[in-house]
Each structure stands twice: as C-alpha cells, then as structure tokens.
C-alpha cells in the first residue's frame, strides 16, 4: 500500500475521531470559548509530542512517524477551525475572548508538544 494511501487513511481515522470527540464535548454545554477545538488541538499536540519523542528517543520508524504525525494527528487537529471561531469570536465584540483563545490555544498546543516529548524522554531513559 502507498504511503499516500495510509496517510489519507489515517487522517480519515483522525477526522472521524476528532468528529466524535468535538461532538461530545460540544454536547456538555456552550462555553463562553471554542473548548471542543481547543482540546482536540492541544490532545493532538500531545500525541504529535509523543511521535516525535519516539521517533527521537526510540527510534520510532518514519513510516510510523507519517502515519501517525501526518496522518491520523493531520485529519484530528484543526488550525483552520481554531481560526474561524476566534474570528467569529472577534466579530461579535468579543476580543478579549477570541484573544485568550488564539494565545491560550497557542501555549497550551506547544506545551502538550513539549509534554508528550518529555514523557517519551523519560520513558527511554
């Protein structure tokens, strides 16, 4: 099977799943920030974090790394969804809000990435 094809399987996986886990967290309630986008991006940084922690400390293959990083994590997360709500956000007067979003977005993403390197550090010592 090509890589191509694995890939677009994986991120048909990805996407179905970030479907699932948006829809369940929007099924708690409105938030007064895109919570379920929020979470899908920063869960998927942390599983970006831990390929790269394998594929660097544990010698994860690539054909791993791409399927897993490029694939599934590819069709999970969603910068372009994150942009529209913070835009729409802004456009309804709420800047102060769509600010926290795009900045605590940002933070909390890098940190997840650093987190699940970290533990993959940790984990081949």
Same mark, same amino acid.
């Given at each position: 099977?090509?890589?191509?094809?694995? /890939?677009?399987?994986? +991120?048909?996986?990805?996407?179905?799943?970030?479907?699932?886990?948006? +829809?369940? =967290? &929007?099924?708690?309630?409105?938030?007064?920030?895109?919570?379920?986008?929020?979470?899908?991006? /920063?869960?998927?940084? *942390?599983v =970006? +974090?831990?390929?790269?922690?394998?594929?660097?400390?544990?010698?994860?293959p690539?054909?791993?790394?791409?399927?897993?990083?490029?694939? *599934?994590?590819?069709?999970?997360? @969603? *910068?372009?969804?994150?942009? /529209?709500? @913070?835009? &729409?956000?802004?456009?309804?007067?709420? &800047?102060?809000?769509?600010l926290?979003? /795009?900045?605590? @977005?940002?933070?909390?993403? #890098?940190?997840?990435?650093?987190a699940?390197?970290? #533990?993959?550090?940790?984990?081949? &010592?």
């Open positions: 099977m090509s890589a191509a094809l694995l /890939v677009a399987l994986a +991120g048909g996986v990805g996407a179905a799943t970030r479907f699932w886990v948006d +829809g369940t =967290i &929007r099924a708690r309630g409105r938030t007064v920030l895109p919570v379920a986008t929020i979470a899908v991006n /920063v869960s998927g940084s *942390f =970006i +974090g831990l390929v790269a922690g394998a594929h660097l400390y544990l010698d994860l690539a054909t791993w790394q791409l399927l897993l990083a490029t694939g *599934f994590c590819g069709g999970y997360t @969603t *910068f372009s969804a994150a942009a /529209v709500e @913070t835009v &729409r956000l802004a456009q309804a007067g709420e &800047r102060g809000r769509a926290l979003s /795009v900045l605590g @977005t940002m933070l909390l993403t #890098l940190a997840a990435v650093a699940g390197t970290g #533990l993959m550090a940790l984990l081949a &010592r």
